[in-house]
């Protein structure tokens, strides 16, 4: 938090920092003095926060020096998980890993070895750089659950992904999954001042959120029946007339198609299927439809519905280009890569791949779209039309259950070592049990983190990384966006921290690598980077301090000059991209991946559903449960019951509860409120407890609380588009822990 510091003393030097604690990426302004940093506050001329700081940003003092931090490289001695660690150097931790690496690569080849990635705020470039240079095609992140899906998907149906909102003159702002009244202040913030402008708000979500209750329209469906409603939607905006038709008859290949297909997907069907009325279904299909021009924002639920995930992208996507809604004023923006500064992509070195390693990637003979055959496949079309592609970092994965079941089966091959980079996957993927056995299997372990978390505890070196105000940072939406903000160190890492960039850079060196990485430091990499725009700067610093951004005067209805990036030119509701990798060209009706129409028999022993919890303040993902002054708001983990439901189970609010799936069994605290279905359980996501044991087979209470323990990654639960798995939509049951459960409580 800031202190009370005179800013009048001599020394004293402002720097442009960045908060980094969330995906916002807030600007920051630190009051640094002989190289510490005396006060911290949020910059007025940001654009994401404008001065304002949450509970989060403002732990960045508590964050930069805490007690828990891990400072030094650390090599195990012990045995794996026993907690006994030496202290070594930075230079000898990388010369040591690199030799192992290249002893893995030597008697398994490079695709034993595979990375598994954190958030955006990471500079996942270089990561993807080294792997292309070591010749592995296996990185990958928690993205299948967090928007790549969705990006693949709608630039197979448009040539790129909306994700850009123009809400200045939107009037009307779909909120599918998302609730920024909890997980994103700034967001939500400028939501509010553009319904005080008369912006309609539909808020879709089971639960009756932060954000629902300033709804216009609150939809609470049954968590995974997204798609019966989109192609209801779909069926009502075709059927009574509601399309924008010169859109349509110009820009869309398939119409016709598409309206036979949907013609059976009335209100009156997807009722029964989402829990809501007919009467509720057709609302929210003509607020959206006719307050023009209008917004779709994604939200993660869709991504994380499993088997159903990638045909409801498909028809969300279908939504947008019906109603006309597509790189318009005030509608979601078809932005492109920038052709102003080098792309993430064109850092990350991908055709140094060789084409034989793509074809080993885990999990591209099935899930195509997320993987080597479909991102080429779409990159091809990209560079047609905007003369870049995606990122392949980020849109070009392994996937990730597949890769922790080849560690354990050897199938298709062994993997033999994983680097683990700003994740701590114990509490961030799917079926946590199989996740813990991996990682307790795998031959080889590193990672990379602020703190000791569960993973760590498990691995063979621990390597410190520069937190919030000792790193520089661009953010341009996962290398995807035509606009990039940029931040610089408030600080040089203290102790032998080092940015995610040295880790990479120094273990490629070390490896022999060192002629592909030319940039001694990060911010030569940025300076680099932004070189294209033609700023007069001699160094990114002086680009941070004189600019700070980059926003390309805006163009709309780009398509009308350019066309859009298929192989139509057109936006193909029918989709050729897809048809061609051995999917639907249309969306077709997939139930939940758990639900009790399809599965009675599992319904009556699993009466419940479950849905397992988005983001809420003040915690991201697993992060922050260190940081005393944040434990404080949210010290327990709490899951919603409704009050007819806990009364029928004798549960009181309060009350510890167990949480069960056909995996597994976690502890909640119960709370008892009308905002949630009476059939509908909703957990929080991230839970472990830093202040235990970090030492097996406790590991700070990973399995305990942990709402991912619930979840399933089985191939057939999965989106069989992209791969991504099931944490929302599932069965459950739920009953009071006994005594004996209380012990230790």
Same mark, same amino acid.
């Given at each position: ?217 609150? %939809? ?6 997204? %798609? ?179 560690? %354990?089966?050897?199938?298709? +091959? ?46 063979? +070196? ?96 780009? +398509? ?58 003040? +915690? ?51 709370? %008892? ?73």
């Amino acid at each position: 938090m800031s202190k009370n510091i005179d800013l009048t003393q001599a020394g004293i030097e402002v720097k442009k920092s960045a908060c980094y604690f969330c995906h916002q990426n807030c600007g920051v302004l630190a009051y640094v003095k002989d190289g510490k940093v005396l006060k911290i506050e949020g910059d007025p001329e940001f654009p994401t926060n404008h001065g304002g700081l949450c509970c989060r940003g403002n732990i960045a003092l508590q964050h930069l020096d805490h007690p828990a931090r891990i400072n030094y490289p650390l090599k195990r001695v012990g045995k794996r998980g026993e907690g006994k660690w030496e202290q070594i150097p930075w230079a000898q931790a990388m010369e040591e890993i690199g030799t192992k690496l290249l002893q893995i690569r030597s008697e398994f080849g490079a695709e034993a070895v595979a990375t598994a990635g954190g958030t955006q705020r990471t500079d996942d470039w270089s990561r993807r750089r080294f792997m292309n240079l070591f010749g592995s095609p296996n990185g990958f992140h928690n993205s299948h659950l967090c928007w790549i899906p969705t990006f693949m998907v709608e630039t197979a149906i448009y040539g790129w992904c909306p994700f850009e909102l123009d809400m200045g003159s939107s009037r009307c702002l779909i909120l599918w999954g998302q609730n920024p009244g909890a997980a994103g202040m700034p967001e939500m913030h400028h939501i509010r001042e553009l319904q005080e402008k008369g912006m309609k708000l539909i808020v879709i979500d089971p639960r009756f959120s932060e954000t629902a209750a300033k709804a216009d329209l609150w %939809l609470p469906l049954r968590p995974g029946s997204d %798609l019966a409603l989109a192609l209801a939607w779909i069926h009502v905006i075709i059927y009574e007339g509601l399309f924008d038709q010169e859109f349509v008859a110009n820009c869309c290949e398939g119409f016709g198609e598409l309206a036979d297909h949907v013609e059976n997907f009335t209100p009156e069907w997807a009722a029964e299927l989402t829990w809501l009325t007919p009467e509720q279904i057709r609302a929210g299909a003509y607020m959206y439809a006719m307050n023009k021009p209008g917004n779709i924002q994604w939200g993660t639920s869709v991504d994380q519905i499993g088997r159903p995930a990638g045909s409801t992208m498909h028809a969300r996507a279908i939504l947008r280009a019906l109603t006309g809604n597509l790189d318009a004023p005030g509608s979601d923006l078809l932005t492109g890569p920038s052709p102003d500064f080098l792309t993430d992509e064109e850092m990350e070195a991908n055709d140094q791949l060789p084409e034989e390693q793509k074809s080993k990637q885990i999990g591209s003979d099935r899930f195509k779209l997320v993987t080597w055959p479909g991102y080429s496949k779409i990159a091809e079309q990209t560079r047609k039309v905007w003369g870049k592609a995606p990122t392949a970092e980020w849109m070009c994965e392994a996937h990730p259950p597949s890769v922790f079941r080849a560690i %354990l089966s050897g199938k298709p +091959y062994q993997v033999k070592a994983l680097l683990v980079s700003a994740t701590n996957p114990i509490n961030s993927y799917g079926e946590t049990k199989l996740v813990l056995d991996a990682l307790k299997a795998v031959d080889f372990m590193v990672t990379c983190d602020y703190w000791m978390t569960p993973t760590a505890a498990l691995s063979d +070196y621990v390597i410190p990384i520069a937190g919030a105000l000792e790193r520089p940072t661009i953010t341009s939406s996962y290398g995807c966006s035509d606009f990039l903000l940029a931040s610089q160190r408030a600080i040089p890492p203290m102790y032998e921290r080092r940015n995610d960039y040295n880790f990479w850079r120094d273990l490629g060196c070390a490896m022999g690598q060192q002629e592909m990485w030319p940039w001694a430091t990060v911010e030569e990499a940025y300076y680099a980077k932004i070189a294209p725009l033609g700023y007069d700067i001699e160094n990114y610093d002086e680009f941070v301090e004189r600019y700070r951004f980059h926003f390309p005067e805006r163009e709309y209805f780009k +398509y009308q000059r350019q066309g859009f990036a298929t192989p139509s030119g057109k936006v193909e509701l029918y989709s050729t991209v897809l048809k061609d990798l051995g999917y639907p060209p249309l969306p077709p009706y997939i139930g939940p991946t758990e639900n009790e129409i399809d599965d009675p028999e599992l319904a009556r022993e699993f009466p419940l559903v479950l849905t397992t919890g988005g983001g809420f303040m003040p +915690y991201h993902h697993s992060e922050h449960f260190q940081i005393k002054e944040v434990r404080f708001l949210r010290h327990e983990p709490y899951m919603d019951i409704n009050p007819a439901t806990a009364a029928e189970l004798s549960i009181e609010d309060g009350d510890w509860v167990w949480i069960e799936t056909k995996r597994g069994r976690i502890k909640q605290k119960a709370n %008892l409120t009308q905002g949630i279905h009476p059939r509908v359980i909703y957990t929080q996501r991230g839970w472990w407890y830093p202040e235990r044991s970090m030492a097996a087979p406790e590991l700070g209470g990973c399995l305990e609380s942990n709402t991912n323990v619930l979840t399933t990654t089985a191939d057939d639960h999965c989106d069989p588009y992209s791969g991504s798995w099931a944490n929302r939509g599932l069965l459950c049951r739920v009953y009071k822990l006994n005594a004996s459960d209380m012990e230790g409580k």
